[in-house]
């Protein structure tokens, strides 16, 4: 797999990654959704951000020759979720939104206060 994390300027969220590797391939969203035995409408979903933990997360890092945790986080690793991570991921898969939304302000507020001192 290329190491696509180190590109300075690779995309953020889960749904430019996916739309940006789709696209290097030279893909339309229903080839993809063709290749990880899916359609259309979920990939779309995913690249406009409606859907950030897709029940075909796997399928669909693997047509693309990629890792699904590369896909869901912009992190490359030979190994799975570290135990913490896969308990907070799982937790993080049933909260119905507007929690979420909250809950991810308030993460990405503390990440940057963090990495500003």
Known sequence: ??????APNYPISLGERLRCRRREKGWTQDQL???AGT???????IENGRSLRPRKINEIASALEVTPSWLMFGEESN?????EARTVAEAWSRLPEPFRSRIRAEILHYAQTTLSN
């Open 33 to 35: 959704a063709a290749h």
């Open 39 to 45: 359609n259309q409408a979920v990939i779309q979903k």
């Open 79 to 83: 190994n799975t979720l570290n135990t």
């Open 1 to 6: 797999m290329t190491d696509f994390n180190r």
